[in-house]
Structure formats: structure tokens, C-alpha cells
């Protein structure tokens, strides 16, 4: 199992920026992938972006192409996501979370993660 906990979140105004990171800890040589997550209330959670950790390569969702970059520190094993031009829309809690598959388009697939964080608040102010 790899552990994993979030931080940076907060509130912010639109057009704002802001920077989520991610520690992952324990049997972190499983995951092939991380992505972030994000559910609003009442609504289905929903995929942001992933990056291999073998590759580098990273995937996002269209609603944040353009905005969101997600890097990764293999040797630190953390895995930030850098959100720009932010939006009342992508108000949510924001999840970490890990896969032992490393390939697309199932990382855009909730369950082909095996290891979630416990959630950062992000909160966007029109």
C-alpha cells in the first residue's frame, strides 16, 4: 500500500494560481502513475491529470488543458499539481492518488488506482 497526503490547498480568487503537492510514502515502488482527482459537491469525482513515473509523460482532462501542470520527483516521490488561471468551476476537493498501471487511457480511470490521499480543499472566489 502507498500512503499518501496532500497539501496546499485553500481559497483563492479567479485567475489566481495555486500549487497541490502530493508525499507518497511506503510501497511507493508499485506505482507506475500518479494523478489528481477532484470532486465537487453532489458531483461525481473526477479525473485532472496524471503523469507516468516512468516516462514523465503526463495526461489531463480537457476542462483544465492549458491550466493545470503536473510534475513529478521520483527520488522524492512527490507529485505537485501547478494550477493556473483558476476558475469558480474547479472548486473541489482535490485527491492524490496512485496506480500500478502507467498506461493511457486508463489512468483516467478511477479504478485503476489503488492508493488515494485523504483530500485538500480547493476553493475559488468569483
Known amino acids: 500500500q502507498v500512503h499518501l497526503v496532500e497539501s496546499g490547498g485553500g481559497l483563492v480568487q479567479a485567475g489566481d494560481s495555486l500549487r497541490l503537492s502530493c508525499a507518497a510514502s511506503?510501497?511507493?515502488?508499485?506505482?507506475?502513475?500518479m494523478a489528481w482527482f477532484r470532486q465537487a459537491p453532489g458531483k461525481e469525482r473526477e479525473f485532472v491529470g496524471a503523469?507516468?513515473?516512468?516516462?514523465?509523460?503526463?495526461f489531463y482532462a480537457d476542462s483544465v488543458k492549458g491550466r493545470f501542470t503536473i510534475s513529478g520527483d521520483n527520488a522524492e516521490n512527490t507529485v505537485d499539481l501547478r494550477m493556473n488561471s483558476l476558475k469558480p468551476g474547479d472548486t473541489a476537493v482535490y485527491y492524490c492518488a496512485a496506480s500500478g498501471v502507467g498506461s493511457w487511457p486508463h489512468l483516467q480511470y478511477r479504478q485503476y488506482y489503488e492508493s488515494w490521499g485523504q483530500g485538500t480543499q480547493v476553493t475559488v472566489s468569483s
Open positions: 503523469i507516468s513515473r516512468s516516462s514523465g509523460g503526463t
Open positions: 511506503g510501497r511507493t515502488f508499485s506505482s507506475r502513475a
